[in-house]
């Protein structure tokens, strides 16, 4: 890590309607990380999401695996989303999968950067790793 060019160290949570294509999770996560100057440390959904192939894809891309949170550990978090959903609400009872996810992945203490962003059956948070 350079002190020119600092990055912030981020956990990225992700969602996805099922059947997305793998290029639009990819594009919506380099325009978070560039948008935030951040890098990821790992890439986190709900352990029901992990058969999703762009979200696996994206997250080879970027040189990780795709981790699976459990449900259980995803609702700790869920008073912490900046974000409401309602599909995410209505099948998985959590205001965000994608914010949760980040959170868990970037563990105790942690905090979203930002509200998640959405486009094109994509969503991308970035919660921040702490030292």
């Known amino acids: 890590m350079s002190l020119s060019n600092p990055r912030r160290l981020v956990a990225v949570g992700l969602g996805c309607r099922a059947g997305t294509d793998v290029l639009s999770v990819i594009d919506l996560v380099a325009d978070c990380l560039t948008a935030h ?9 709900h352990v029901a999401k992990l058969g999703e192939t762009a979200l696996i894809g994206a997250a080879l891309r970027f040189g990780h695996p795709l981790d699976g949170v459990d449900a259980t550990l995803l609702l700790l978090r869920d008073g912490e989303t900046l974000t409401v959903s309602s599909p995410s609400r209505d099948r998985f009872g959590l205001s965000s999968v994608s914010e949760c996810a980040a959170l868990a992945g970037a563990g105790p203490g942690s905090r979203l950067v930002a509200p998640r962003a959405a486009r094109d059956g994509v969503t991308v948070a970035l919660a921040e790793v702490l030292p």
């Open 37 to 45: 100057h951040a890098a990821p440390v790992g890439f986190f959904t």
